[in-house]
T-cell receptor
Framework: GESVGLHLPTLSVQEGDNSIINCAYS??????FIWYKQESGKGPQFIID?????DKRQGQRVTVLLNKTVKHLSLQIAATQPGDSAVYFC??????????????FGSGTRLQVQP | NAGVTQTPKFQVLKTGQSMTLQCAQD?????MSWYRQDPGMGLRLIHY???????DQGEVPNGYNVSRSTTEDFPLRLLSAAPSQTSVYFC????????????FGQGTRLTVV
């Protein structure tokens, strides 16, 4: 089994319910945000992104909300399925002191879907 | 079209040994980066590159070197491995340095004993 994510906060939901995963980001100058899903033994996979000039973006069964006032990002998954069980990370595009941007990740949340 | 390829998938090193983790991409992406992932933590940026010949340090660069002589390859070198470098390493690429998603390789699990 995987040792990654052993001590992560865990959200447990029933199959069919909606899930909300939250993320606080660090830098008010960040201009772009991404949610990634990571299944055991795999690299992170892109779910959805949002630019800082938006406050909401919808995909298939997923919605990302951005609140720049409090530097908060959330991922909503509708009708959660067992295949949604994974660790979810938010990432922000931070401006480094080199003048270049780099994608920096939060610590992650484990989503467990109960059948 | 392989995407992002990391080799090896697994590696065990003794303390003090050196090695290079390979990352190759065939998507013609300018931007490449290396992350490490430790248990209970998110991905932490080690080094990144916005194009051939250009590299920058990330959050945790100490103990690692990189170079970017071609667009396709971005190797990560451990000159003298330490147990603290036991981790899973991910390489990622992006189309450009701005607002696009990053594509990840499958990771290299490194154990330093």
């Amino acid at each position: 089994g995987e040792s990654v994510g052993l001590h992560l906060p865990t959200l447990s939901v029933q199959e069919g319910d909606n899930s909300i995963i939250n993320c606080a980001y660090s830098n008010s100058a960040s201009d772009y945000f991404i949610w990634y899903k990571q299944e055991s033994g795999k690299g992170p996979q892109f779910i959805i992104d949002i630019r800082s000039n938006m406050d909401k973006r919808q995909g298939q069964r997923v919605t990302v909300l951005l609140n720049k006032t409090v530097k908060h990002l959330s991922l909503q998954i509708a009708a959660t399925q067992p295949g949604d069980s994974a660790v979810y990370f938010c990432a922000e595009n931070i401006l480094k002191n080199t003048g270049r941007r780099a994608l920096t990740f939060g610590s992650g949340t484990r989503l467990q879907v109960q059948p | 079209n392989a995407g992002v390829t990391q080799t090896p998938k697994f590696q065990v090193l003794k303390t003090g040994q050196s090695m290079t983790l390979q990352c190759a991409q065939d998507m013609n992406h300018e931007y490449m980066s290396w992350y490490r992932q430790d248990p209970g933590m998110g991905l932490r940026l080690i080094h990144y590159s916005v194009g051939a010949g250009i590299t920058d340090q990330g959050e945790v660069p100490n103990g690692y070197n990189v170079s970017r002589s071609t667009t396709e390859d971005f190797p990560l070198r451990l000159l003298s491995a330490a147990p603290s470098q036991t981790s899973v390493y991910f390489c990622a690429t992006r189309y450009d340095r701005a607002n696009t998603e990053a594509f990840f390789g499958q990771g290299t699990r490194l154990t330093v004993v």
